[in-house]
């Protein structure tokens, strides 16, 4: 059992995987897969889902939770007993809960030693990094036409004399 997100990049049992990617590449992924309505599938989204209402799934073997407050959450994954467990994640639930980024996390790792968990949202936050720190794998997935803040960040006055330089080759500065 495997959630492919892209040609080479899959999700498998056995895991805990937070996953930054445009809506548009996550919600093929959950509903184009018929293999997955075979597996109990929980969804968990807090207190707005951008995803839910694109996902097409009928199967009895999909539930749907939304907890509201992060004790709420913490709740829902310790008594998950789902093959595949998604949380479209919602910082909101921490606004006033930070204390419990840390066992939250920790429920998510635990889980993932029996399921397959991905913890997913479009962009990075404050809380979303707190509860990756404990992932297995961090997946991100950028469009190739916008540009990528990392990138900016490591460039430097020195790159301009690099310029029309293969990337391979660059002029080492003096320390």
Excluded: W
């Excluded at 430097?156 to 004399?161: G, I, L, N, T």
Aim: hydrophobic share 40%; charged share 25%; net charge positive.
């Amino acid at each position: 059992m495997q959630i492919m997100l892209r040609k080479g990049i899959s999700l498998r049992q056995g895991s805990f995987t937070a996953v930054i990617a445009p809506e548009r590449i996550i919600i093929p992924a959950l509903s184009g897969n018929p293999e997955l309505e075979r597996f109990l599938f929980l969804f968990i989204c807090g207190n707005y889902s951008r995803l839910i209402s694109h996902i097409g799934r009928s199967s009895s073997n999909f539930e749907v939770r939304r907890p509201f407050t992060a004790d709420q959450l913490l709740t829902v994954i310790k008594d998950a007993g789902h093959t595949i467990i998604f949380i479209e994640h919602d910082a909101t639930l921490f606004e006033s809960a930070e204390r419990l980024l840390a066992p939250v996390g920790s429920a998510l790792k635990d889980a993932g030693h029996e399921a397959l968990v991905v913890l997913y949202s479009p962009a990075m936050d404050k809380s979303f990094a707190a509860l990756s720190r404990q992932a297995d794998r961090l997946i991100e997935i950028v469009n190739a036409d916008e540009p990528v803040y990392r990138q900016q960040l490591y460039y430097h006055r020195s790159d301009r004399k690099n310029a029309g330089r293969p990337a391979a080759q660059k002029t080492l500065e003096r320390v």
